[in-house]
């Protein structure tokens, strides 16, 4: 799926044990719409250098996958 919007955050890098990083960034829908969207969209590992310049304010375009996993009988969206 695609979605332009504006940066609204840039969350830190986060580390969990020894090679797992994810980092996540917030986008507000840059539409003319009533009531625009923000949507959250992670970045793992390697694919973390590719959001190394972004910024609040920032106006983006991006390409991302939407997964669903079930764990202990509840559902999960990740978006990614």
């Known amino acids: 799926m695609k979605f332009r919007g504006i940066v609204q ?17 917030v986008l507000l829908e840059d539409n003319e719409v009533e009531y625009p969207q923000s949507i959250k969209i992670d970045f793992y590992n390697d694919r973390i250098s590719k959001i190394a310049d972004l910024g609040v304010s920032d106006v ?3 390409k991302f996958n939407i997964k669903c996993k079930e764990r202990d009988g509840k559902y999960y969206n990740s978006i990614s």
């Not at 830190?12 to 020894?18: N, R, S």
Request: aromatic share 10%; charged share 40%; hydrophobic share 40%.
């Open 9 to 25: 955050a840039v969350t830190a890098e986060e580390t969990f044990g020894d090679d797992f990083r994810k980092r996540s960034v």
């Open 60 to 62: 983006v375009e991006v």
